[in-house]
């Protein structure tokens, strides 16, 4: 069975801060991917990044980086230097040959006062 | 970019009549849409995966003949909502993909929502 546990709920920061949103997932394929999305108060959701399970670079674009490591099944996503913006609910989701559907986690709101 | 769009992106209807939600990838042709559930504060729930041309298959638990769903086009799915009730108000999200079936390699665009309210 595929799970995604993000165990943060709520985060609330100050502009100019680094935050990081943990994402923990449990999968018993070998070949997965791993997604962040982020869903602003508006509803839409907008795709940040995939990375799929042979691939463990970290990436960076912008003030995003994400820190993928097999080892302790996690896809955990750092913003860095945080603006209001940038508030918004994250997911993470998980997505096997298997399933072949996305299992999101519960989300993460993130609240960036200024 | 891909875009996909929703209509309406809100609705309130009376308790027994039924709603249909559009689905439209805008500038790419979709193989593959998905619809999704969200209640407030949480987190989407896959409802159904759509195919064009074929029979959309429903998640354990989604009443098929509750929620109806055409994927007439390469560009076009709906969701039909029938004899709505309360607890069918929600945030239904659409999502669209290039391929057949969901794929790590093919990213799902979503769509941005449409809230529906059963008084």
């Known amino acids: 069975a595929q799970k995604v546990t993000q165990a943060q709920t709520e985060i609330s920061v100050v502009e100019k801060e680094d935050v990081t949103l943990d994402c923990v997932y449990e999968t018993r394929d070998t070949t997965y991917y791993l997604f962040w999305y982020k869903q602003p108060p508006s509803g839409e959701l907008v795709f940040l990044i995939r990375?799929?399970?042979?691939?463990?670079q970290n990436e960076i674009s912008g003030r995003y980086s994400w820190n993928f490591q097999k080892s302790t099944s996690s896809f955990n996503f750092t913003i860095t230097a945080s603006q209001v913006v940038d508030s918004a609910v994250y997911f993470c989701?998980?997505?096997?040959?298997?399933?072949?559907?996305?299992?999101f986690g519960k989300g993460i709101t993130l609240s960036v006062r200024p | 970019g891909a875009v996909v769009s929703q209509h309406p992106s809100r609705v309130i209807c009376k308790s027994g009549t039924s709603v249909k939600i559009e689905c439209r990838s805008l500038?790419?042709?979709?193989?593959?849409m998905f619809w999704y559930r969200q209640f407030p504060k949480q987190s989407l729930m896959l409802m159904a995966t759509?195919?064009?041309?074929?029979?959309?298959?429903?998640e354990q638990g989604v009443e098929k003949d509750k929620f109806l769903i055409n994927h007439a086009s390469l560009t076009l799915s709906t969701l039909t909502v029938t004899s709505a009730h309360p607890e069918d108000s929600s945030f239904y999200i659409c999502s669209a993909s290039r391929g057949f079936r969901a794929s790590g390699e093919d990213t799902q665009y979503f769509g941005p929502g449409t809230r529906l309210t059963v008084l």
């Open positions: 989701a998980l997505l096997t040959g298997a399933n072949s559907k996305l299992t």
């Open positions: 500038d790419f042709q979709a193989t593959t």
């Open positions: 990375r799929n399970s042979f691939d463990e």
């Open positions: 759509s195919n064009e041309g074929s029979k959309a298959t429903y």
